[in-house]
């Protein structure tokens, strides 16, 4: 399989070149790196068609098959890791390391749904009933992933969607389309035909889905602004909804931390991925006994991280992935500039191709400051002077977003007591953006509907079903 070529669409077993296409770029170089096929309406219909055509047979296979097809699937990603994380990091940016992450997490995740089972829950099992509640597919999920991590990200839909006895059409982001056509290469083989299929295209194809008669549920992945359309577009034919949107999580550096241990893995929380991480720090909170060191410390750290082209040797942070986002990064930075906010390190453009926005950290902006308030998905921190906990908590959950947080001390039973007070879906003590693909994640709030991973999330892709047997000891009708 040639990773660097012929990429095409995925409908009902067979690869398809779609009758238009469109340009993928290197966000280090904004070069062409290739072209996708530009889904039509007719190609959507064609993929709905094949998915609801295989969905009787898939939902009756036995669930050990399913597994066996996940796992399977799980096993060809890491067989070819290495051609998928070059792949990776010419489409997103990443660096090959954290494409390789990427990829073997993408594997992983498919093989952890497969470790998971349907429950069945005996409601009453007496002389004049036995009355049970098992789990049944829903249908068709139609499966939509953003541009940070496409592949993974991708993983988290298509393993328990697959596992419950659903088909699914997948769409990736339009410009991260790439991996995640050559994964349905890979695994075409490996399911029978129509179970999974994968469409790729422009701004209109997305609400095609979801808005298409043919679906029984969208799984969505992307920001809240999209997550907010992509509901009122699924409710006139009642379709079920996960919406896995924004966040803007708040870190609480409380006072007894060794601060130089512990400069270096905050960075990272902030600024893995360039920030573009659903659940990065976007906001952190430093008790001011330690203000001046963490910062000087961060600040430290920051001027020997290495941005680049991910696929260069030594390169820590590449580019932003797209030009909107990178335009918008650095309107959040020219706001900040223009109100008069201190920058610690960064906060000039690169003059050079390639979306590159230098580590950028800020010195106690207000709170009502755009960086603070909004979602920045890049690499601009803001770090913020806190002295009261109720305070900070306060601050903290003033938001509409409740994805993600963390609180980082010492003393971890305090720690773990003010982590229960911040309204998100996960809270981490002393680490961050730690995810398992069973253990429920999921946002509060604005963050999102419903949970992905773990049995909670397993369920999302069934209908609860009551079936209530009378027994023969009963009155005979
Ligand atoms: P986005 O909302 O722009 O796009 C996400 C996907 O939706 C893409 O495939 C896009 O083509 C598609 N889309 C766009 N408009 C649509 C519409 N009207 N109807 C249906 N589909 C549509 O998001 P993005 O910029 O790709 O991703 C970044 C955002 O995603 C950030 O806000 C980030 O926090 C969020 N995110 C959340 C999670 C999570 O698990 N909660 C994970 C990663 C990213």
Not at 20 to 41: H, K, M, Y
Not at 153 to 181: C, D, I
Not at 200 to 227: E, N, Q, V
Not at 241 to 266: F, Q, S
Request: glycine share 10%; proline share 6%.
């Amino acid at each position: 399989m040639d990773f660097a070529r012929d990429y095409k669409m995925l409908i009902g077993g067979a690869l398809d070149g779609g009758s238009a296409r469109f340009d993928v770029l290197n966000p280090a170089t904004e070069q062409v790196i290739g072209t996708a096929p530009d889904a039509s309406r007719d190609d959507l219909d064609r993929a709905v068609a094949a998915a609801r055509a295989a969905f009787p047979g898939w939902a009756a296979t036995p669930i050990e098959e399913r597994k066996a097809a996940l796992n399977a699937m799980g096993q060809a990603i890491f067989a070819n890791a290495d051609a998928f994380k070059r792949l990776l990091t010419a489409e997103q940016g990443k660096p090959h390391a954290e494409a390789e992450g990427e990829i073997m997490g993408a594997g992983y995740w498919l093989m952890g749904a497969a470790s998971l089972d349907l429950p069945v829950t005996v409601n009453e099992d007496s002389d004049e009933r036995y009355s049970e509640t098992r789990h049944v597919p829903l249908g068709v999920v139609g499966a939509i992933a953003p541009w940070n991590f496409p592949m993974v990200l991708a993983m988290f839909k298509v393993g328990p969607a697959l596992l419950a006895g659903n088909t699914m059409v997948l769409k990736p982001s339009p410009f991260t389309p790439l991996a995640t056509l050559k994964f349905g290469e890979l695994v075409k083989d490996m399911l029978p035909p129509g179970v999974l299929n994968i469409v790729t295209g422009g701004d209109a194809l997305g609400p095609w889905m979801t808005s298409h008669k043919g679906f029984d549920k969208i799984s969505f992945t992307g920001s809240t602004a999209t997550g907010r359309r992509v509901m009122e577009s699924a409710a006139p034919t009642l379709k079920r909804v996960t919406l896995e949107l924004g966040g803007n999580d708040a870190a609480i550096v409380m006072p007894d931390v060794d601060v130089e241990r512990i400069a270096e893995e905050l960075f990272w929380a902030a600024f893995r991925n360039n920030g573009q991480i659903c659940i990065a720090t976007k906001r952190m909170y430093v008790h001011e006994d330690i203000y001046e060191p963490l910062k000087d410390a961060l600040v430290a750290y920051a001027k020997t991280v290495k941005v680049g082209d991910g696929s260069e040797q030594g390169t820590q942070i590449g580019p932003i992935n797209n030009e909107a986002q990178y335009r918008r990064v650095l309107e959040l930075i020219e706001d900040a500039k223009a109100q008069g906010y201190k920058f610690l390190i960064g906060g000039e453009a690169t003059d050079v191709p390639g979306y590159f926005i230098p580590v950028t950290i800020l010195d106690n902006p207000p709170e009502d400051s755009r960086i603070v308030q909004e979602e920045q998905f890049g690499p601009v921190l803001p770090l913020i002077r806190f002295d009261d906990v109720d305070d900070v908590v306060a601050r903290a959950n003033a938001t509409d977003y409740g994805l993600g947080g963390s609180v980082w001390g010492r003393d971890e039973d305090k720690a773990f007591e003010i982590a229960q007070r911040i309204a998100s879906g996960t809270v981490w003590v002393n680490e961050t953006q730690h995810l398992s693909p069973t253990a429920a994640f999921g946002g509060m709030k604005q963050s999102g509907v419903g949970v992905e991973g773990g049995l909670e999330g397993l369920l999302e892709y069934t209908s609860a079903q009551t079936i209530v047997r009378r027994r023969p000891a009963g009155p005979t009708l």
